[in-house]
């Protein structure tokens, strides 16, 4: 491998993350698993009960909580389901990554938990639901980015803004020197 194209795939853009999200053929839909027990939907799907209930949705992770976004709460899901929520603007100056963290230790909680099946859902399920889920991937499956958003977008249409994709290429990058650092030792 030539090592200009050795750098062309090993430093990715947000423009390269785009191009990648626009393959997608699939429509977008109101709910879909993209990985074993994770679902992605819109906030439709997410106040439907009895939808969730014959889903089995143990967890819901509301990634659009606020009073213009989505409006969620425990009393809501009752026993049904563990309720968490996000603050989160869908915006080019968010700063959603001070919650990748956090999300992953519910999201992975959640998947560890007897039944566990968790939906991850924003207002329409492409931007921050879908961003939050890479994260985990990352975090937890170790998956370099463009591997988890090609894992996605072959189960969903999403689309993460731009603000969100240049914050997933910075985690991206720091676990990678993480896992080399890691090595080393």
């Known amino acids: 491998m030539s090592s200009q194209k050795r750098k062309r795939t090993e430093y990715l853009t947000v423009k390269d993350l785009q191009k990648l999200l626009d393959s997608c053929k699939l429509h977008l839909s109101q709910i879909d698993e993209v990985w074993p027990n994770i679902y992605i939907g819109n906030v439709a799907v997410a106040q439907n ?3 969730l209930l014959k ?3 143990t967890h819901v992770l509301n990634a ?3 009073k213009r976004g989505s409006i969620g709460n425990q009393s809501f899901y009752g026993s049904d389901a563990v309720y968490c929520g996000i ?3 869908d915006s080019t100056h968010f700063d959603l990554d001070v919650y990748f963290q956090p999300a992953a230790d519910f ?3 959640a998947l560890k938990s007897t039944d566990g099946k968790v939906l991850v859902h924003c207002i329409m399920g492409m931007s921050r639901s879908s961003t939050l889920v890479v ?3 990352m975090i937890y499956h170790h998956l370099p980015l463009k ?3 090609q894992k996605l977008i072959q189960k969903r249409a999403i689309y993460p803004n731009r603000n969100f994709l240049a914050l997933l290429l910075d985690l991206d990058l720091q ?4 896992k080399k650092t890691c090595q080393i030792l």
């Open 107 to 109: 999201i992975h909680k």
């Open 55 to 57: 889903l089995g949705i």
């Open 135 to 137: 994260a985990y991937l």
């Open 87 to 89: 603050p989160a603007d």
């Open 175 to 178: 676990l990678t020197r993480k």
């Open 147 to 149: 591997q988890a958003l």
């Open 64 to 66: 659009a909580h606020s």
């Open 49 to 51: 009960k009895a939808a």
